[in-house]
Structures are given as C-alpha cells and as structure tokens.
C-alpha cells in the first residue's frame, strides 16, 4: 500500500477527479482528525445531559432528515466514536491505492457521515451548513468511473474527464448564487441596503459581544486571526467599510456561476471565495474554511481550455458513462430545485439541500423595529461545545430551553425583545431576559441601558452611526460579579418606555 506522500511524484499525472478525490478526502479526513477528541468529549456530555434537544439526531437546527428523507440514527458513544473512526480511515484509506478503484471506500465514508455528523448536529463546528458540501462531493465521486483510471487521459477521453469537476463546482457556485439571491430578496422584502454595512455591524456585534475569546485572542478554532478581537472592535466604529465588505461578499457570491462560462477565473475565484471565507473567520469568528476550503481544489485541477468547452465535455462523458451521467445531471437538477423550494420554505431542513440562506437575514443594532438579542457566556469558542443559536433567541427548535439553563455546565445569559421581525414601531419593545445566574443590580443596569440604546430610533436608520459607545465594554467586566446558578431563568422585565 502507498501513502498520498509516496505517489505525490506522480500525482499530476492522476485523472483530474482522481487529483481532486486525494486532496478534498485527505484535507476533510485531517480537519475532522483535528476536531474529533473534543467532539466525542462534547458528545458523552450530550447524550447524557438530560436535555430535551439531546433526543433527537439530524440535520441542521430542527435535526432534519439526510436529504428531507433518510431519518439519522441515534447512535450510543462508542458508536458514535466508531463511525467518526470509520469516517476518517474510509476517507485516508480512499486517498492511497489500497483500492484500485477508491469507490467502495467513498461509499463508506458517506454511510459514516450519516452515522457521525448527525450526532453532533447541535455542535458549533459540525452545525448545519458548515459540513453540507460534504455528500454531494461524495455523491459527485461515486458517480465518477474514473477515479478508477490511473493517468490522465488524452485527446476525446480527457474532454470526458472534466465533466465530474464541472459538476462539483456547479454544486459549489449555484449554492453561492442562491445565498446572495436569498440577501439580495430580504434586503429588498425589508427596504436595506447591504451598503450600509448595518448587518455585517450586528453580525460584528455579536463576535465581539458574544464570543467567549479574549481581545489577546489570535486563533479562531484552527484558523489564525492575529489580532481579530481588536480590529472588530475597530470595524464596528466604520459602518461604510463594512458596507462595502458586504457589498463585495454578496459580489462574488453572485456572479459565482460565470466561472462554469469561463475556466480561466477558476483559480482567481477559489482564491477569492476562500478569502471570502476567512473574512468571516477573521470578522465573525465563525469557522467554514474547514469544509469549504477543501471542496476549491476543484478548480485547481483539470483542463481549463478543454472545461470551456461544456457541451463538448457533457456530450464526450454521456457517451462514454451514460448511466453516471444521467444520475449527475439528476442530481444537480434536484440541488437547484431544492433552492427553490427552501426559499419559499425556510422552515424546511433537508440538508444537504439548501437555499443556503446564511447572513441572509437584515439586521439593525440602531433600528428600533428590528428584533434584537444578545448574550454572555462562559462557553469555550472551540470545537466540542454547543452551537451559538441553540438557545431561545429565535424560537426555533430545537435548543436548549429556559427551563434547563440550570442544568448547563457554564454561566450564560441571553437578554433581547422577542417581537417577531417587522413588529410596529409603536410598539413598547418588551427586555426579555434568559439566565442562569443572579444578576447584580450594576449588570442589570448595564444589561437596561443597552437595551434602550437598541431602541433610541423607533424609525429605521439608513446609515448606521458608528457608535462605539454600544460595545459591552462597560458591561462585560460586570459579567465576573453575577452568581453561578440562580433562580433566574426566564425573567421578563417588562416593557421600558
């Protein structure tokens, strides 16, 4: 048996979606190495915490089915440990030539992502859309009978060969164009315009507000971010710079399908959407790179001068696999149906499917009409803990319910209006507040205070100011005097003038 590194000599030399298949599975197999120690720790503490979102497995925030069929199983720990097992090693093992056709392996890894992923599916590194490229990569390599050819081909058979990248990257990029339709319609349905930056400033917001990492902080997860606390304290002051950051993410995640016209913007893309990617890291503190990243290194490999030629590829591959072909085209028919389908159905969860409506959401942090919601909490910002949103911010099962917060080994407190969004201006905004722990009469008078900010302007603001003055910068050393595990947990400290 060879290793990736005793073949790396000759890897150019492998089929294109051979080349892709060693780097996404070898890349995929080394992130989840990475995460899984902390992930089978969080899970022997889930599965065992008495919660009520502890009963169910799935997909995304409500536990969906695997496509909106397939329910998941809910598997014991040592169980669950070795489908993560049988997940890592399927997908080495799928990167060496232990197989001459890798394949069966690859048939393996997906049975154990349905075993694994599932488990895990309240997780902050596992969560919904983070891993939702995942089976369609597998799906695409299964339905690739040249994984099983050695060396590249030449003359007809190589246009044949770059038909299972053009469909991995039509996955990838008809999944970006839907997410900046899904910003572009509510921005439009709410009356905002993402250049004002007012969203990418609440989304920093909660970073900076949120995040349990200190202002020393350099790393998010695995990802470097030098500096990444105080430059979002910086950006939060600069409305406009983060306006044209928005405008240029929704850019690139709109005009994404032009490269399937065009192979020669395949590298610039990648490079850009991986850029894209680490601003959110850098930004947000939140982590896609990843599961993301590794899917890019389809437009690293193949032929860009053959790939231009999409009709000529489709047409050399139908001949030469038409039962793969078929099942390619049927799928990739299904992901672009499903988009439409979640954007008229958000409640739905049929992950991998998706409208992928991330930060699709308007936001406001100076618009009185919008619905606001902020936290504290002593959890670690590392993989093996829980989800950001799986508490009652939004009302979505499943979370962690009020009632239970007791129960959680860490202090949190959440505190926000929970109008539902577009509620009349006129409406006395109402402080709800869900804790864990006594709150001091100086954190409570922070907590009040920031809350009133929030609704100064009973009209929509256009132009957020940049204010820093609404930083938890007062409130957050207030944190360290409130009580471990009080009485409270659900107070509703009723409405304010």
Known sequence: MMV?????????????????QVAWCSLIAISLMVDFPRQLKFYRWFSGSGLEMAGFRGYGQTAGKFFGVLPAPRLSVACMALSGVGLVASLVLASTDVLADPRPLLAVALLCYHCYVPQLYCEIHMVAHNTCLIPPALLVLLLSPDLAEPRAAQGAAAAAQQWPLFLLRLVITSAYCSAALCKIWAGMARGVSWLSGATMQACVFEAIMGINLPLNAHMTFCIPTPYARVVQRWLFSKPFLLGLMSIYGVLIELVAPVVLLVPA?????????????????????????????????????????????????????????????????????????????????????????????????????????????????????????????????????????????????????????????????????????????????????????????????????????????????????????????????????????
């Not at 001068?305 to 072909?325: K, M, S, T, W």
């Open 265 to 497: 913007l395949n590298i610039p893309f990648a490079l850009a959407g991986l850029g894209l990617h680490y601003g959110i890291a850098y930004c947000q503190n939140i982590d896609f790179l990843p599961w993301w990243g590794p899917y890019y290194a389809c437009f690293f490999f193949g032929d860009q001068i053959v790939a231009a030629d999409i009709l000529g590829v489709g047409r050399a591959y139908a001949q030469a696999n038409p039962i793969c072909f078929g099942l390619g085209v049927a799928y990739a028919t299904v992901h672009i149906a499903a988009m439409v389908v979640h954007r008229y159905f958000p409640g739905l969860d049929i992950l991998p499917l998706s409208s992928f409506p991330m930060f699709s959401t308007p936001k406001n942090l100076w618009d009185g009409s919008f619905t606001h919601w902020a936290w504290l909490t002593e959890k670690e910002h590392q993989p093996g803990t829980l989800m950001n949103f799986a508490f009652p911010m939004h009302g979505r099962k499943h979370y962690v319910l009020p009632s239970e917060l007791d129960s959680l080994p860490f202090k949190y407190l959440l505190f926000g209006d929970p109008r539902a969004p577009g509620a009349h201006k006129d409406l006395a905004p109402e402080l709800t507040v869900y804790t864990n722990v006594v709150l001091t009469e100086a954190l409570t008078r922070g907590i009040g205070e920031m809350f009133d900010e929030w609704h100064t302007a009973q009209t929509a603001t256009k132009t957020p100011p940049g204010q820093p003055e609404c930083l938890p910068s007062s409130t957050k050393p207030r944190w360290r005097s409130a009580t471990r595990h009080g009485a409270l947990r659900a107070r509703r400290l009723g409405p304010r003038p």
């Open 4 to 20: 990736v590194s005793s073949f790396l000599p000759a890897f150019l030399e492998l089929s294109p979606i051979r080349q892709f």
